[in-house]
């Protein structure tokens, strides 16, 4: 009897999570292919467009969590592009911020707690530090990219298929395929 009140618990926070990211998506800028896995509430945001591949999974219960672990997937501008490929996972607590672009491939693992920015949002001269926006370029992280926890992945980088980035890494620079890296600012520590 216990089991099925659990299972049913369950169930309602999982319609509940759906119900929440539907209303937090304004009517035609979120785009979804298939199936998506809400383990933890999603916020996708902003003036701009947020296309979600199939079988995206949003969360991971086991996994620290700030509050409710929210995922905040915003496209500020009008012409703004936050791009999901397909079986692609997210872990909690995850910010992906784009003035521009930013694309995640297929199949990508994104620990909890990463930042992904394609901007300065400020200028970094003194004279002009308080007008908006600052320096833009796109982020592409290309497929089966491992990114660790607590990773700060910034504006104009590519990271290359099937690389692994390091728990606690400041990714500055465009990372090659196929390597390990982490450090900061993260560099290729081996080949896979």
Do not use: Y
């Amino acid at each position: 009897m216990l089991r099925f009140i659990f299972r049913q618990g369950r169930s309602v926070i999982k319609r509940w999570r759906h119900a929440l990211f539907w209303f937090d998506c304004r009517a035609g800028r979120v785009r979804k292919e298939g199936r998506l896995l809400l383990n933890v509430p999603l916020k996708c945001d902003g003036d701009g467009r947020v296309s979600l591949g199939a079988n995206v999974s949003i969360g991971f219960v086991p996994a620290p969590m700030l509050a409710d672990g929210r995922v905040r997937l915003q496209a500020r501008g009008s012409d703004a592009r936050v791009t999901v490929g397909a079986g692609t996972a997210f872990s909690n607590n995850v910010q992906v911020i784009a003035e521009n672009s930013v694309t995640i491939g297929r199949q990508c693992l994104i620990g909890d707690a990463v930042l992904i920015l394609d901007s300065d949002f400020h200028n970094l001269s003194a004279a002009g530090r308080h007008s908006m926006p600052g320096a833009v370029a796109a982020v592409v992280i290309e497929d089966n990219v491992f990114i660790g926890s607590r990773t700060i992945v910034l504006k104009g980088v590519t990271i290359g298929k099937d690389s692994v980035i390091g728990a606690g890494s400041v990714v500055v620079r465009s990372i090659p395929p196929g390597v390990v890296a982490a450090g900061n600012p993260a560099r290729v520590i081996r080949t896979l």
